[in-house]
């Protein structure tokens, strides 16, 4: 298979999480095609159970078996999968104890959503689970394996719950099966195969919650990547134009022939406009220097006024790859 490129050569599984509309599932798609260059195979998952990924990529909804979302010029494929954790507890029963025909029988009694329910820990070592043994398969030379994984994962106020299985179901099993997988998951996560990727885009609140997302994973022992920061904007004035001069406006709307009275309006109006644009660039550059200070491989992606379409998501995933991330 082709070898891993980019800042991360031995990362296998990339998580992508950030902050409720920073776009973080439009980052892992745009990952996913980005990594799945010169023929290698991606497969990128969901798991909250959004859908978002069908969304972005206008096919109908995923279920839990691969189905191919995109090929990339050089031969590469980009497969998707929505992790259900019913099914993922199905496919656990009959990998270890051959039990698939009980684990239906416990789903028509309405069990398994009782034990998701009640044991939510459980519920985060299997859909974690799927993404290692997605893993493990390159280890296996399994027929599907896949040269990297991307999971579009929970956001960064529940990501290091989500990833630190052994915390979670510590009050539900401390020894036997359970326990083993979530120390088997634990071993994956924990190691320089993962990296997780936050996204964020250049303002106060999304900002403060990657700095604290960076600070939870570090303290769990989770391995931190690179910070994308998304829809970022150039400013529309020049550095000497941020000031304008009421006397510049003035020249300039009474060329365009406005009336007296008209053009006062329109020089206040531009006045406010230039002024909340010198406030935001000045915000922004604030921010910015806050997520360098974390230390961590920054990744830039512009906003596009068009939306986000197929196209997009190759205009951007080209951008992550020139920027190193893939």
């Known amino acids: 298979m082709p070898e891993a490129l980019g800042d991360w050569p031995d990362v ?16 892992a798609a745009a990952l996913a095609l980005a990594l799945a260059k010169n023929g290698r195979q991606v497969m990128l998952m969901e798991v909250e159970g959004r859908q978002g990924l069908a969304q972005i990529f206008d096919v109908p909804p995923l279920p839990y078996e691969p189905r191919r979302l995109a090929v990339t010029p050089g031969g590469g494929e980009v497969w998707g999968l929505a992790v259900d954790p019913e099914e993922a507890l199905l496919e656990y029963l009959e990998l270890f104890y ?21 044991a939510p820990g459980l519920r985060d070592v299997l859909l974690t689970g799927k993404a290692v043994e997605l893993v493990r398969r390159k280890d296996k030379q399994h027929a599907t394996a896949y040269d990297s994984i991307v999971m579009d994962a929970p ?3 529940r990501i290091t719950r989500f990833l630190n299985v052994n915390t979670e179901i510590a ?34 609140m999304p900002v403060q919650e990657t700095i604290d997302g960076v600070a ?14 998304n829809m970022t904007r150039p400013p529309a004035l020049s550095a000497t134009g941020t000031g304008l001069a009421r006397d510049r406006i003035a020249d300039g709307v009474a060329a365009a022939g406005f009336s007296s009275g008209t053009g006062a309006a329109i020089i206040e109006a531009l006045l406010a406009e230039a002024g909340d644009h010198e ?48």
């Open 216 to 229: 939870e994973l570090e303290d769990a022992a989770l391995p931190v990547g690179g910070i994308v920061v």
């Open 155 to 157: 956001p960064t106020g």
């Open 98 to 118: 051959n039990l698939r025909r009980a684990g239906s029988v416990l789903r028509r009694m309405g069990a398994m959503e009782f034990v998701t329910t009640i």
């Open 279 to 326: 406030a935001r660039v000045a915000m922004e550059a604030v921010e910015r220097s806050r997520i360098e200070a974390l230390g961590r491989p920054v990744y830039d992606l512009p906003y596009l006024s068009g939306g986000i379409d197929l196209a997009a998501l190759y205009e951007l995933a080209a951008m992550l790859d020139e920027q190193g991330m893939a």
């Open 171 to 204: 009050g539900v099993a401390k020894v036997g099966p359970i326990r083993n997988q979530a120390d088997s998951v634990m071993n994956v996560l924990r190691s320089p195969r993962t990296s997780v990727h936050l996204t964020t885009l250049l303002e106060e």
């Open 12 to 27: 296998v599984l990339h998580v992508i999480s950030g902050k409720g509309g920073t776009g973080k599932t439009t980052v």
